[in-house]
């Protein structure tokens, strides 16, 4: 079992920074791949990027030159540092975590608001 801590959301113009910080709790951190979604109000929930086990990363097409996913093990801890933030970025950022066997775990959410 994981539970999973999001932090860092909250209001920023346009063309601004946040970074998000997932704190997990449980053991065997290092064995879970972990990703960051999101969900804007009236759509589904979907994928922004991943850090895998060994520290190979994936983006989607959206944030992709903007948003950098990283883990620290030793502190059992995903960031997404994301910049050049717009507004279409605005969402309900989920930490989730996937364990060897397909299991997955999700945090409660952080609001991300990019607004003038």
């Known amino acids: 079992q994981v539970q999973l801590v999001e932090s860092g959301g909250g209001l920023v113009q346009p063309g601004g920074s946040l970074r998000l910080t997932c704190a997990a709790s449980g053991n065997s951190f290092n064995t879970y791949i972990m990703a960051w979604y999101r969900q804007a109000p009236d759509s589904q929930r979907e994928f922004v990027a991943a850090v895998g086990r060994g520290g190979t990363t994936d983006y989607a097409d959206s944030v992709k030159g903007r948003f950098t996913i990283s883990r620290d093990n030793a502190k059992s801890t995903v960031y997404l540092q994301m910049n050049g933030l717009k507004p279409e970025d605005t969402a309900v950022y989920y930490c989730?975590?996937?364990?060897?066997?397909?299991?997955?775990?999700w945090g409660q959410g952080t609001q991300v608001t990019v607004s003038s």
């Open positions: 989730n975590s996937r364990s060897w066997d397909s299991r997955d775990f």
